[in-house]
């Protein structure tokens, strides 16, 4: 039986998950039959739980996706790579903190047996290429961040741990150490799967925040389990006569935090302030020392953050350009977008034979930034105007006109698209975007929808 029609832009392997022919967790085999130029794509939730969306337009090229006609000796129901990877690697890390006291042995077996399972195989970078490439490349990138993160771990091992977190702890405490230390660890490495399911947080950048559902909420009770956590550190190390210097240090944490952030305010050099997963392990690991079943845990979970975060993004700044930050959507405020002169002249004919039109100008660099600089897109859009290279047009998410400057000057470009009324009755959706110094196109605009009736409207982000 055929299934659903997706659109050609969508992903195999979640459309399949939808369409119940195979399973998140075993996999499985499935045939993609492409049914060309398709119109009215359905949408609504399926299997695995995923959420389609519909769209009420055409699109070059969809496809369906049907069950395999094989049996199971010919496509095996596979577990994920991670689950069947998992198993050895936790039994051997296991097995060393059961049976050693040495912190240095512990701590050195565990950092490196985890990097390296996290850099290739339960969350490893995205690289692409021919799939005979795809190995090399992740090992590439492993010791590429092995190295230099060894060498910090190193530092905090003598400084965090050595002397005090994993002290002298006696073999009879070793299944403690190794439920608390090297669980949550593992807890720590293995985020993608244990945190960020159900934490609505992956960035904490100011646009994040306000664009991720529920983002705000948990980054509050964050704060306020991590603000509980220093009180509790803090008292201990106050039993220990310990407080003092940890004041300092953190003194000049925070201020080196502040500066990042007026950075990040003032919009110097367009820089804003990003606080990555091995920045947060490595600001709090210190409060870590201290030889106590909580700091066990938070030692563990800390140390297991800083190994997913460099293992999959490597050592990111700090500080990073808004480009770095910026996603695909116009409507970050983040980007100029090209702004149509008026309303776009739109020809319309009762004869039969003839084709309909919709024709756009746009304005010269000059009104754009009168009219976004300020309210929309900050300073920092005077600055991106000296970069813009060319305009590009999408309808219906497809790229459809790209012309550059040296061509012909924004303000003189006209871009005029035509259909048949007798074959389009349905919507057709545009947004335009500048083209970079590369050639790639920068943020689009929001959309404008041209019906199927004729008629014209400008959504929000349109300008």
């Not at 201290?290 to 999959?312: K, S």
């Not at 947004?431 to 959504?459: H, I, P």
Request: aromatic residues 12%; negative net charge.
């Amino acid at each position: 039986t055929k299934m659903g029609v997706y659109r050609g832009d969508s992903f195999v392997c979640q459309a399949a998950m939808h369409a119940g022919v195979i399973s998140d967790s075993k996999g499985g085999c499935g045939v993609v039959e492409l049914v060309g130029e398709y119109y009215s794509f359905f949408g609504g939730k399926g299997g695995g739980g995923i959420e389609s969306l519909g769209f009420d337009s055409y699109f070059p090229m969809g496809f369906t996706i049907h069950p395999a006609l094989t049996g199971p000796e010919e496509c095996p129901q596979m577990e994920m790579k991670t689950a069947r990877s998992l198993a050895p690697t936790v039994l051997l890390t296991s097995f060393v903190s059961l049976l050693t006291t040495s912190a240095t042995t512990l701590w050195f077996t565990s950092f490196l047996t985890i990097f390296t399972h996290v850099g290739l195989l339960s969350d490893p970078p995205n690289v692409s290429g021919p799939s005979d490439t795809i190995l090399p490349q992740l090992i590439s990138l492993l010791f590429e961040r092995l190295l230099p993160a060894t060498f910090t771990s190193a530092v905090l091992f003598y400084t965090c741990s050595r002397n005090t977190t994993l002290r002298a702890i006696p073999a009879s405490a070793n299944v403690e150490k190794t439920v608390l230390w090297l669980g949550a660890l593992w807890t720590g490495a293995l985020s993608n799967f244990t945190l960020e399911s159900w934490i609505p947080l992956s960035r904490l950048s100011a646009h994040d925040l306000s664009q991720q559902p529920g983002a705000v909420v948990a980054l509050i009770g964050i704060v306020a389990v991590l603000s509980l956590t220093i009180a509790y550190q803090a008292y201990s190390f106050w039993l220990e006569s310990r407080v003092l210097p940890y004041l300092s240090f953190y003194s000049l944490l925070l201020a080196g935090i502040a500066v990042g952030a007026i950075i990040s305010l003032t919009g110097l050099g367009t820089l804003e302030l990003r606080i990555h997963h091995y920045v947060l392990a490595l600001l709090l690991l210190p409060l870590t020392s201290i030889q106590t079943r909580p700091a066990l845990v938070y030692q563990g979970l800390l140390l297991g953050l800083f190994i997913n975060g460099v293992a999959r993004w490597g050592f990111d700044s700090v500080v990073q350009t808004a480009e770095a930050l910026r996603g695909d959507d116009g409507l970050l405020g983040t980007s100029l977008v090209p702004v149509v002169d008026g309303q776009p002249l739109v020809y319309l004919t009762t004869e039969a034979s003839e084709m309909w039109s919709i024709a756009f100008k746009w304005k010269g660099i000059n009104e754009t930034l009168e009219a976004l600089v300020l309210p929309k897109v900050g300073e920092r859009g005077r600055e991106e105007a000296d970069r813009l290279q060319g305009v590009s047009v999408m309808v219906n998410d497809v790229e459809r006109h790209r012309k550059f400057f040296a061509e012909e000057s924004l303000e003189d470009q006209v871009f005029r698209w035509e259909r048949d009324p007798r074959v389009v009755m349905t919507p057709e959706y545009f947004r335009f975007a500048f083209l970079g110094e590369d050639g790639r196109s920068m943020d689009y605009s929001g959309v404008g929808t041209w019906f199927g009736n004729g008629t014209w409207s400008s959504g929000p982000g349109f300008y």
